[in-house]
């Protein structure tokens, strides 16, 4: 099992390289999921593009394969900045494309100001820059009180999916994700979120950057993203139709041919 060594524990990751030996391959992607999903959460996005591109993901810390912290461990934007790049270095990522869903496309904005020289692209899906901005999220704490991991669950599901966005088997496979995550896990990583605002160094991200929106997410309204994609000085914006903040995974297939045409034609230009 691949594992990035920290001084804070070792971060599960996964690598995937499965293009024809005579194409030319591209820049590999990494990929940063958010709270209450893993690193599984990619796997609909392969197909559209792993005949051409080398993939990353992992297990972000606290969740998943990866090390489960304290209750009362000091979280920090810097330090899941820091993982990010301790799994690209394992992974042998010198210079990657980035995407990020939720908080990951927060820490993906940070990292993409932090080392500037390692993004070649970036991508941020249902994520926002200013962490005050997110809606909603006050209920969390009485649910993980009162109903544990599930009851936050049970009740997080609506957000992420209208009814008919899965089928049974991929709406019950997310949902038991959801529910192995510990309570503090998900709400230190949320107070990291909350207490973000990255607004005032957003001219500083040159590379191209895509932004991936749903029209209907309960926590960042469109507005939002669409001051986001306004304040980056190189980025496009695509919102997708009946969708909440679930995007990645019930839109898996559509994201994903986004990215692989984003990434398509900035290496044909």
């Not at 990751?13 to 194409?23: M, N």
């Not at 990951?104 to 500037?116: C, D, E, F, N, S």
């Not at 993004?119 to 909603?136: E, F, P, R, W």
């Amino acid at each position: 099992m691949p594992l990035a060594q920290t001084a804070e524990g070792a971060l599960h990751y996964e690598t995937l390289d499965a293009a024809a030996p005579w194409l030319r391959r591209g820049t590999p992607i990494l990929f940063h999921h958010g709270i209450g999903s893993s690193s599984a959460l990619w796997r609909g996005w392969y197909p559209a593009l792993v005949d051409r591109y080398r993939l990353g993901v992992f297990d972000m810390r606290g969740c998943g394969r990866s090390h489960i912290l304290v209750a009362d461990f000091a979280w920090s934007l810097d330090l899941m900045v820091a993982d990010l790049f301790a799994v690209a270095d394992a992974a042998g990522f010198e210079r990657f494309h980035l995407v990020g869903e939720s908080i990951g496309g927060t820490v993906a904005l940070a990292a993409a100001l932090a080392r500037p020289g390692r993004i070649a692209s970036l991508t941020v899906s249902n994520g926002a820059h200013v962490g005050g901005s997110i809606q909603g999220v006050k209920a969390w704490r009485q649910q993980l009180d009162e109903g544990g991991a599930k009851g936050w669950s049970d009740a997080f599901m609506p957000r992420r999916f209208h009814d008919d966005a899965l089928d049974a088997e991929s709406r019950a496979w997310f949902a038991a994700e959801q529910e192995r995550w510990t309570r503090d896990t998900i709400l230190n990583a949320l107070g990291v979120l909350v207490g973000t605002d990255l607004t005032a160094r957003l001219g500083e991200i040159g590379c191209p950057t895509l932004l991936l929106h749903p029209d209907g997410s309960p926590f960042i309204p469109v507005p939002v993203m669409a001051e986001l994609h306004r304040l980056l000085p190189n980025a496009e914006l695509h919102v997708f139709g009946h969708a909440r903040h679930g995007l990645p995974f019930s839109h898996a297939r559509q994201c994903a041919a986004a990215l692989r045409s984003f990434l398509d034609s900035r290496t044909a230009g």
